[in-house]
């Protein structure tokens, strides 16, 4: 607001300045232009030499310019007339007591020259024009001066206008620039506050945007700004979570295995006199365990690969059919053990797939595996195959417990099992399905799972024929 008022002032400054010179160079070349028209295109002159004749001269070259006041616009008052002696300069009339001091005017007039120069500059305006008898014996000058009075009052009036309309532009200034700074200010202060309230944590503060222009557009990228700080430090929260879970499900997992290897192999190195058997049976756990350790540390540095990058898949042609009827004859000793009814079927005519056919078979062993120990002994296991557009498709139907519908989403995630305590007790890790989501959405396709507690489990892998390129 400052700032413009202060240009207000200047601007106004700038306009009384012109406006002075401008009056001031006006009535000035008026004033010459008037004195030389009357003086040297009229017949005044030739009268002002008629009288110069005179017995007279002063007093009828008086009359002759009381004649010609009107158009010379001497009033007396502000511009007057003097008729000078030509040699001396000395005052003859009308006013014989006046003093006037020679001007640059005069001085060219006592030389015998018309005399009509002047300046804006000077506090005065003259004009001198010799006059000489017709014998050449009188020489007189003719001086009329005026004081620039009338110039005076019109320039002290132009100043009174210009510093009505500096205080009436002030005042409007004033309210310009409050309206002007409130609104320039208001988005601005908002995102003071909202960048304060973001120091303290909070991004939920918005700036509310009224305009299109520049201050909208800021205050535009400055929500979108924080909006995406907002969801970047949820993302880092929420991956700073899952971290901690991932790592207090590793040591957790970890420790299991250890805690019961330590245990019995103190039990075997205190009591040297122990069993046989139970000493044999002592190793047994300590392997089993010792391979549940092993298949915990593999399956997280594959999941390590995966987040970095750096898997490789053993691309080829493969038979899906084929790989489907591996994973089949693989489980079904396991499945007849728990008396399960184990159902294989395959579309017929299959096409050749492209893709890692070893980890795909991983893949299905995985699902397949899970199957088996989520359904009850005597359950149904159903394996269909079959192509669906430009994929090709491997459902595995369970008769098992299913999967709360709350549970659902995270069965993806590492680690999450849906009934821990007995997952641990059938040897599971909680990485199987992670590791499979990844290998299939590395081949480009999908894998879903529905899901209805007490009804069994349906989980669907779809991959496309043409597969991926290495």
């Not at 502000?78 to 014989?96: E, K, S």
């Not at 001091?101 to 009509?116: H, Q």
């Not at 003719?142 to 210009?162: A, F, G, H, M, P």
């Amino acid at each position: 607001m400052f700032v413009m008022l202060v240009v207000v002032v200047l601007l106004m400054m700038v306009v009384l300045v012109f406006l002075i010179r401008g009056t001031q160079d006006f009535y000035t070349n008026q004033f010459y232009i008037q004195q030389q028209s009357v003086l040297t295109q009229g017949d005044l002159i030739h009268r002002l030499r008629n009288a110069a004749d005179d017995s007279d001269a002063v007093s009828r070259m008086e009359d002759v310019m009381q004649l010609h006041s009107g158009q010379l616009g001497i009033d007396g008052i502000t511009r007057n007339y003097y008729i000078l002696d030509g040699n001396t300069a000395q005052v003859l009339g009308p006013d014989q007591s006046a003093v006037i001091d020679v001007s640059p005017n005069i001085l060219k007039a006592l030389s015998g020259e018309e005399a009509f120069m002047g300046s804006s500059r000077f506090d005065y305006m003259d004009v001198a024009i010799p006059i000489i008898s017709s014998t050449g014996s009188e020489r007189f000058i003719v001086y009329i001066i005026d004081n620039k009075q009338t110039v005076q009052s019109q320039t002290t009036e132009t100043i009174r206008l210009i510093m009505n309309a500096v205080l009436i532009g002030f005042g409007i200034s004033i309210l310009v620039s409050l309206v002007v700074s409130k609104t320039m200010l208001a988005p601005i202060q908002g995102m003071t506050k909202a960048a304060e309230a973001m120091a303290d944590g909070d991004f939920s503060s918005k700036i509310k945007v009224e305009s299109g222009d520049e201050i909208g557009v800021l205050a535009k990228t400055f929500n979108n700004m924080a909006a995406q700080i907002e969801a970047n430090l949820e993302a880092l929260t929420k991956a700073d979570k899952l971290r901690r879970e991932f790592v207090a499900n590793v040591s957790h997992e970890l420790r299991t295995p250890l805690t019961s290897i330590r245990s019995y192999a103190e039990t075997i190195s205190d009591n040297i006199e122990l069993p046989k058997e139970t000493e044999e049976e002592f190793l047994r756990v300590i392997i089993n365990e010792s391979d549940r350790m092993t298949k915990i540390v593999q399956d997280l540095l594959e999941l390590s690969r995966f987040d970095s990058g750096n898997i490789q898949l053993n691309l080829e042609e493969f038979s899906i059919e084929r790989s489907v009827r591996n994973v089949y004859a693989a489980i079904a000793l396991e499945a007849k053990k728990c008396g399960h009814l184990l159902n294989l079927e395959l579309e017929w005519g299959l096409p050749m797939i492209r893709g890692d056919c070893a980890r795909i078979e991983q893949v299905l062993m995985n699902i397949i595996t899970n199957a088996l120990k989520y359904t009850p002994d005597g359950g149904t296991i159903e394996i269909i195959s079959g192509k669906m557009g430009d994929n090709v498709f491997v459902k595995i139907e369970d008769t098992g417990v299913g999967i709360p519908a709350e549970d659902l989403g995270r069965v993806f995630d590492r680690f999450y099992r849906v009934d821990k305590a007995r997952t641990r007790v059938s040897g599971g890790t909680g990485l199987g399905l992670s590791i499979a989501k990844n290998i299939i959405v590395l081949h480009g396709g999908n894998i879903t799972i529905e899901s209805e507690p007490g009804k069994g489990t349906s989980v669907m892998v779809t991959l496309p024929i043409e597969g991926v390129r290495g």
